[in-house]
């Protein structure tokens, strides 16, 4: 099994920055791409990064130029930092992962952190 253990969330003031880590342990074959999603109260989960094993990323519109992603391969740890966070960004924050799952025999799956809270306040 892969488990994601997520760090970095918390409380901050509207204009300030807080990184987000994401880390993958387990049977862990190859991560082909890392992710962050957020979810708000009355929302639906909306994917916010994602960044591939060669590093090609992308951006939800509402966080670009705000927001930068980054890997570690060989930790298999992923980064979100996050900068002149406003209120629309309050939200739970999830790691995703699409792994290659070393067993009898390697397999692709996707999982996911359970979730760290970010609150932006006035």
């Known amino acids: 099994q892969v488990q994601l253990v997520e760090s970095g969330g918390g409380l901050v003031q509207a204009g300030g920055s807080l990184t987000l880590s994401c880390a993958a342990t387990?049977?862990?074959?190859?991560?082909?791409?890392m992710g962050w999603y957020r979810q708000s109260p009355g929302k639906q989960r909306e994917l916010v990064s994602t960044?591939?094993?060669?590093?090609?990323?992308n951006y939800v519109d509402s966080v670009k130029g705000r927001f930068t992603i980054s890997r570690y391969n060989a930790k298999n740890t992923v980064y979100l930092q996050m900068n002149s966070l406003g209120s629309e960004d309050t939200a739970v924050y999830y790691c995703?992962?699409?792994?290659?799952?070393?067993?009898?025999?390697?397999?692709?799956?996707?999982?996911w952190g359970q979730g760290t809270q970010v609150t932006v306040s006035s």
């Open positions: 960044i591939t094993s060669v590093g090609s990323r």
């Open positions: 387990g049977s862990i074959f190859r991560i082909n791409s």
């Open positions: 995703n992962a699409d792994v290659v799952v070393r067993g009898t025999w390697l397999t692709r799956d996707g999982y």
